[in-house]
């Protein structure tokens, strides 16, 4: 039985490589997607989803916009010099026949929480509005909810927006602590190992030849970011934030490293606002879990992400039997 | 010719290593030493550096205590499970026949970068409060004073006081933020490195079966400090924090790794209160300086400090010529 999952993104490269990726595993089905400001705006992102999904021919999954700015403050105005202005590299979809639904993002993983309650699992890779949002609305949600993966946070390498703060988490600081805090099974999967997992001209070479549209779209795409890699990595290639956190999710890639310790987000107003301040301290010696610990924290994964990845995509256009 | 050295400290069994290893190097001539709440009281911490100063037949050095509490809030009430309730592990050192001089630390040091002007060179290995209220009283220190090495921080290893702040900075990351902003040639010696720099039972048990008593006082004061690390480090030993940033100004150790990058301490209010935050984004492809650095921030060193520092130690007895 394929596990049911609400998709929470900021359309944006690497979440359309971690949506294509969920499209292509057979071991969950993808129930929902949420829309949030981030890369780009809560619509814009919402178009780029909307897009994919038909390329994929999965017009059917439910899309949902959901919050265009963070519970305090303002849309930070996207990344355009990471992701395109469309966020998808400029690479231009065919409009797709679906739309998204009435229903708000948070509206939508509520509903989803009772219809598969105990069983919905969530990935989030973008700002933790819409989450936190349905965590405002209904508190009990994480009694409904089997799991949360989000992609976010830096625990001992730099941060990528500040010295000390990741991006999704800093774009909402306030509904990143509600969500760390909110009592559900949650895995982070920081910058510490998503800045290991990179993909190279050789696994986009494979994508952009291949006949599958999807990923083809997505390695076109993945041109544009593979520049903005290259101040980082000294070569053309990118991270895998987010498919690293899809992977994670769906059982795909292992972690190797990854203790459950005590996080919390600052949400304060110095020059650490946005950082997710995970307790490491004590672990020198061997990496434990330990008792007052709110989160498992991946710090490295058993293998690398783009092997698999590639061989996934590749995969979309085989029968699903779905 | 000896460079004029000012030394601050909350003595503490790494301050006295750092101290008997300032008494033993022949490059640095120490013109007063200053006491700071921090391990111990200000007051017992100075009573233990004239005391140390004393056996090591140097109660010439001028002794100023300093603030008992940082600039804002109150004394953390010391650390006697890691040095001991008197500050160098319950070791009872004879009386010393020097007092502390009238002035205050601060005083002393503004008094000190007169006589010395553009020579004085400072080493602070506790909370920062003595150089604040330094600066608070005569913005203009800076401009006489040669170079300031501090320990503290942590940069890319978790912090010892809280996840993420190191507990030289935390006890006053006001007065911190003030020598950091301060705009003199500033190295931090935080405890990525001084973590790597380790002490063992070898090392120890010369100082211990050695004829100069400073040099036997701190090698028995170390039995107390040994037990307290065994936890972090799986075996008796300790960390040299304090005696590495003094050994780093001195000359004696160089850095292998240490770029000079912005550095700002964290006082708000959050999770991250006292963290010194290094901003050390884009150092992946090699360190680099950044034009736009406050600090030079050591995270490694070319050697490892424990054979140079008993080295040194050892050699105490011998006649300095001065």
């Known amino acids: 039985m394929a ?12 979440d359309s490589l971690a949506l294509a990726y969920l499209l292509a595993s057979a071991e969950i089905d993808l129930v929902g997607v949420g829309g949030v400001h981030g890369n780009v705006t809560a619509a814009q992102g919402v178009e780029n ?38 966020g998808i590299g400029e690479v231009e979809l065919p409009e797709a026949a679906a739309k998204a639904i009435s229903d708000d993002a948070a509206d939508l993983l509520l509903r989803l929480s009772h219809e598969y309650a105990g069983e919905l699992e969530i990935v989030a890779v973008g700002p933790l509005t819409n989450l936190g949002l349905a965590l405002q609305r209904d508190p009990s949600l994480p009694e409904r909810v089997r799991a949360v993966t989000v992609m976010g946070g830096a625990a001992l390498v730099p941060g990528n927006i500040t010295a000390v703060a990741e991006a999704n988490i800093a774009h909402d600081p306030e509904a990143a602590q509600l969500v760390i805090a909110a009592g559900w099974p949650m895995t982070l999967v920081p910058l510490d190992t998503t800045l290991e997992n990179q993909f190279e001209e ?22 544009f970011y593979f520049d903005f890699y290259v101040e980082l990595y000294g070569r053309r290639s990118s991270a895998l934030h987010d498919p690293l956190a899809a992977a994670i999710a769906v059982g795909g890639i292992q972690p190797a490293v990854a203790p459950r310790v005590p996080v919390e987000i600052d949400t304060a107003d110095g020059p650490s606002r946005g950082q997710t301040v995970c307790d490491l301290r004590g672990q020198r010696r061997g990496w434990v879990d330990r008792a007052d610990a709110n989160v498992r924290v991946v710090l490295e994964t058993a293998t690398q992400l783009a092997p698999h990845l590639t061989e996934r995509l ?9």
């Open 3 to 14: 596990r049911p999952l609400y998709f929470d993104c900021d359309t944006g490269i690497d």
């Open 49 to 86: 989803t909307l897009r994919l999904l038909d390329l994929a021919g999965r017009g059917d999954v439910p899309v949902a916009q959901g919050a265009s700015a963070p519970l305090v403050g303002e849309f930070g105005g996207g990344a355009a010099w990471i992701h395109g202005a469309n």
């Open 202 to 223: 050789e696994h986009r070479a494979q994508l952009v030849a291949s006949d599958i549209p999807i990923a083809r779209a997505v390695g076109e795409a993945l041109d």
């Open 314 to 322: 590749l995969a979309l256009g085989a029968p699903r039997g779905r």
